[in-house]
């Protein structure tokens, strides 16, 4: 329990608020958006902040909820406690999240930060097609004992349905027509899944407020039952949050407002040069780092514009380097008492522009939700863009039903003829040639790839392998000092296909800024999808052939592993080539000098 007492306000203080060169044009934006009278019109959910379009404005109208749903979900909170008091009763152990995006991201945060208590069940977030990920938390559970949370506000998310469907058939060969009691949905009314839910006669079906977009989710039910079956003080968590919106309230001066001021920061510094968002988040909040880099690249990266955030490494070496760069402004997350560490500085002593947001315990983390909610709204105006649409999302859900829709009726995926082949893995490339000189390897191609950089670029490397699994994290980290060694571009790391219901937007919406490194190892385990005729391994290949192809027609640089390897080898195959690349081009340079 949190302790008590009044509490604060959670503060942005100017001390805190290291934007060097670059204050005296925030300044300037603060007092424009004061003067608009930005947060009254914004708390009235007045859409001209963001468009004129008459389409749009009606998105816009119906994505604002989340600004009320803190003291909403507050009276709620005896109802979650009881279901969760329920569950438990029940002999529950574990509780399974099956969701993407919004539904997932901010579980996975609420169930890191807040470890679940003795006797409460304990929380996992599956949201990953690769079937090795689905195994290993089939292996993890007790099926007898377990509640799977099915979490998607359209209730028509395809990961989210397949993976339904695969525990459902699971559990009603083990309990019947018990089987029900084993599951509980969380959508927006009259979504198919609340249907669904009524019809198989699921424990309980929670309806979320149909005005709160996926990525502004997380103090509505999509964030909280789960939290609450894990244990979590949720009143906790949620009174900050109402503290919050109340200092980022129409009442409040603009220079005090926290949200405003770091979303003012955040949309300057974009235009000015400095979009790439690092984010050193104390080890105590992690993984709100995720949480953070979907909701910023989802809102803002969209025609042509955008925040790309970074989460910074665990390498003290290589954060520092990521946090470097004229690209570049910093965001400090600390927790407690803990000090933040001053702003690096680069060659001629230029420092990073640095904002340090100071959480006093863990239970500040609802209002850091919301604070990071508003900054994202105000940034998405600063840049001109709607933060609450998700134009290009679809694209690659549309290849991905089309390359379906070719293996069901002839039993394969239909690809292009790949650039060069190594060995048995095939290569595919987009927006650059295949190497002219020497020998086309995998390593000639991801240099031909980093050789196309431009300042002001980044480097997305996309990785359809387990998450929960220690061995891929760790060498993708390797992955990612390499490239950043070899190239001093902010490096990110995303995860397939949970990456396309977050960075995916900004990656084919927003700048034309991006290398693009797509891993896509094979998986020989074969685990059905019921109701269809392909299983888990052949939708996954079909979302990273989906993706490719997006990314490829928008005229983005990409190179395209595909391995008949596991992820191990895989990403070892991608290891090699880099240390080659990086061999070759120092010989260059020294052939040249």
Same mark, same amino acid.
């Given at each position: 329990?949190?302790?008590?007492?009044?509490?604060?306000?959670?503060?942005?203080?100017?001390?805190?608020?290291?934007?060097?060169?670059?204050?005296?044009?925030?300044?300037?934006?603060?007092?424009?958006?004061?003067?608009?009278?930005?947060?009254?019109?914004?708390?009235?959910?007045?859409?001209?902040?963001?468009?004129?379009?008459?389409?749009?404005?009606?998105?816009?109208?119906?994505?604002?909820?989340?600004?009320?749903?803190?003291?909403?979900?507050?009276?709620?909170?005896?109802?979650?406690?009881?279901?969760?008091?329920?569950?438990?009763?029940?002999?529950?152990?574990?509780?399974?999240?099956?969701?993407?995006?919004?539904?997932?991201?901010?579980?996975?945060?609420?169930?890191?930060?807040?470890?679940?208590?003795a006797g409460f069940p304990e929380i996992i977030?599956?949201?990953?097609?690769?079937?090795?990920?689905?195994?290993?938390?089939?292996?993890?559970?007790?099926?007898?004992?377990?509640?799977?949370?099915?979490?998607?506000?359209?209730?028509?998310?395809?990961?989210?349905?397949?993976?339904?469907?695969?525990?459902?058939?699971?559990?009603?060969?083990?309990?019947?027509?018990?089987?029900?009691?084993?599951?509980?949905?969380?959508?927006?009314?009259?979504?198919?899944?609340?249907?669904?839910?009524?019809?198989?006669?699921?424990?309980?079906?929670?309806?979320?407020?149909?005005?709160?977009?996926?990525?502004?989710?997380?103090?509505?039910?999509?964030?909280?039952?789960?939290?609450?079956?894990?244990?979590?003080?949720?009143?906790?968590?949620?009174?900050?949050?109402?503290?919050?919106?109340?200092?980022?309230?129409?009442?409040?001066?603009?220079?005090?407002?926290?949200?405003l001021m770091l979303g003012a920061a955040l949309?300057?510094?974009?235009?000015?040069?400095?979009?790439?968002?690092?984010?050193?988040?104390?080890?105590?909040?992690?993984?709100?780092?995720?949480?953070?880099?979907?909701?910023?690249?989802?809102?803002?990266?969209?025609? !042509?514009?955008?925040?790309? &955030?970074?989460?910074? #490494? *665990?390498?003290?070496? %290589? =954060?520092?380097?990521? /946090? @470097? $760069?004229?690209?570049?402004?910093?965001?400090?997350?600390?927790?407690?008492?803990?000090?933040?560490?001053?702003?690096?500085?680069?060659?001629?002593?230029?420092?990073?522009?640095?904002?340090?947001?100071?959480?006093?315990?863990?239970?500040?983390?609802?209002?850091?939700?919301?604070?990071?909610?508003?900054?994202?709204?105000?940034?998405?105006?600063?840049?001109?863009?709607?933060?609450?649409?998700?134009?290009?999302?679809?694209?690659?859900?549309?290849?991905?039903?089309?390359?379906?829709?070719?293996?069901?009726?002839?039993?394969?995926?239909?690809?292009?003829?790949?650039?060069?082949?190594?060995?048995?893995?095939?290569?595919?490339? !987009?927006?650059?040639?295949? &190497?002219?000189?020497? #020998? *086309?390897?995998?390593? %000639? =191609?991801?240099?031909? /790839? @980093? $050789?196309?950089?431009?300042?002001?670029?980044?480097?997305?490397?996309?990785?359809?392998?387990?998450?929960?699994?220690?061995?891929?994290?760790?060498?993708?980290?390797?992955?990612?000092?390499?490239?950043?060694?070899?190239?001093?571009?902010?490096?990110?790391?995303?995860?397939?296909?949970?990456?396309?219901?977050?960075?995916?937007?900004?990656?084919?919406?927003?700048?034309?800024?991006?290398?693009?490194?797509?891993?896509?190892?094979?998986?020989?385990?074969?685990?059905?999808?019921?109701?269809?005729?392909?299983?888990?391994?052949?939708?996954?290949?079909?979302?990273?052939?989906g993706d490719y192809l997006s990314l490829k027609?928008?005229?983005?640089?990409?190179?395209?592993?595909?391995?008949?390897?596991?992820?191990?080898? %895989?990403?070892?195959?991608?290891?090699?080539?880099?240390?080659?690349?990086?061999?070759?081009?120092?010989?260059?340079?020294?052939?040249?000098?």
């Amino acid at each position: 329990m949190r302790r008590s007492g009044p509490l604060e306000p959670f503060r942005l203080p100017a001390r805190d608020v290291r934007l060097l060169g670059y204050a005296p044009a925030v300044a300037r934006r603060v007092a424009t958006l004061s003067a608009g009278r930005f947060a009254a019109k914004m708390f009235r959910g007045d859409p001209s902040l963001w468009t004129s379009d008459p389409a749009a404005r009606r998105i816009v109208n119906n994505r604002l909820g989340w600004l009320r749903s803190p003291r909403e979900m507050l009276r709620e909170v005896p109802r979650l406690e009881a279901f969760a008091a329920n569950a438990r009763g029940d002999g529950m152990r574990h509780a399974v999240l099956l969701g993407m995006g919004g539904s997932s991201l901010c579980v996975e945060v609420f169930r890191r930060v807040f470890p679940p208590p003795a006797g409460f069940p304990e929380i996992i977030v599956l949201d990953s097609t690769v079937p090795g990920a689905v195994h290993r938390v089939e292996s993890d559970i007790d099926p007898a004992r377990t509640l799977f949370v099915v979490s998607s506000k359209s209730g028509t998310t395809g990961e989210t349905l397949a993976l339904q469907s695969y525990f459902w058939e699971k559990m009603r060969r083990l309990r019947g027509d018990l089987a029900g009691r084993h599951f509980v949905a969380i959508t927006d009314p009259g979504t198919p899944l609340s249907a669904e839910a009524s019809a198989r006669a699921y424990r309980a079906t929670f309806h979320n407020a149909p005005d709160i977009g996926g990525r502004y989710s997380a103090l509505s039910y999509f964030g909280l039952l789960p939290a609450a079956l894990g244990g979590a003080d949720i009143a906790a968590i949620l009174r900050p949050a109402l503290l919050m919106l109340e200092a980022c309230g129409p009442a409040a001066a603009a220079s005090d407002n926290p949200g405003l001021m770091l979303g003012a920061a955040l949309g300057v510094l974009a235009r000015r040069g400095r979009d790439k968002v690092v984010l050193a988040v104390d080890p105590g909040l992690r993984p709100f780092g995720l949480w953070i880099e979907q909701l910023l690249a989802e809102s803002t990266g969209k025609e !042509g514009r955008g925040l790309v &955030p970074v989460e910074a #490494p *665990a390498s003290p070496a %290589a =954060a520092r380097a990521t /946090l @470097l $760069g004229p690209d570049r402004v910093a965001v400090v997350m600390t927790l407690g008492r803990r000090p933040a560490a001053a702003p690096p500085a680069g060659r001629g002593g230029a420092s990073t522009p640095t904002i340090v947001l100071r959480l006093r315990d863990r239970f500040d983390l609802g209002a850091a939700i919301v604070q990071w909610e508003i900054a994202t709204a105000v940034a998405g105006a600063v840049l001109g863009v709607n933060p609450f649409d998700e134009p290009n999302v679809a694209e690659s859900k549309t290849n991905t039903a089309a390359a379906l829709a070719e293996f069901d009726a002839t039993g394969g995926l239909r690809e292009e003829e790949p650039a060069l082949a190594e060995g048995r893995a095939r290569v595919f490339l !987009g927006g650059i040639k295949p &190497p002219s000189r020497g #020998p *086309a390897t995998l390593s %000639a =191609a991801v240099g031909s /790839l @980093l $050789g196309r950089r431009r300042r002001g670029d980044y480097i997305a490397v996309l990785a359809f392998v387990d998450p929960g699994s220690r061995s891929p994290r760790a060498t993708l980290e390797t992955i990612r000092s390499l490239l950043l060694a070899a190239t001093g571009c902010a490096v990110t790391l995303g995860y397939g296909p949970r990456y396309l219901h977050s960075t995916g937007q900004l990656h084919k919406g927003g700048p034309n800024r991006g290398l693009f490194i797509q891993i896509v190892p094979d998986d020989t385990m074969v685990l059905p999808i019921p109701g269809t005729p392909h299983d888990f391994e052949t939708f996954k290949q079909a979302q990273g052939l989906g993706d490719y192809l997006s990314l490829k027609r928008r005229g983005r640089r990409i190179v395209r592993l595909r391995s008949p390897d596991d992820a191990a080898g %895989a990403l070892r195959t991608l290891v090699a080539a880099l240390r080659a690349a990086r061999a070759v081009s120092r010989r260059v340079r020294r052939t040249r000098t």
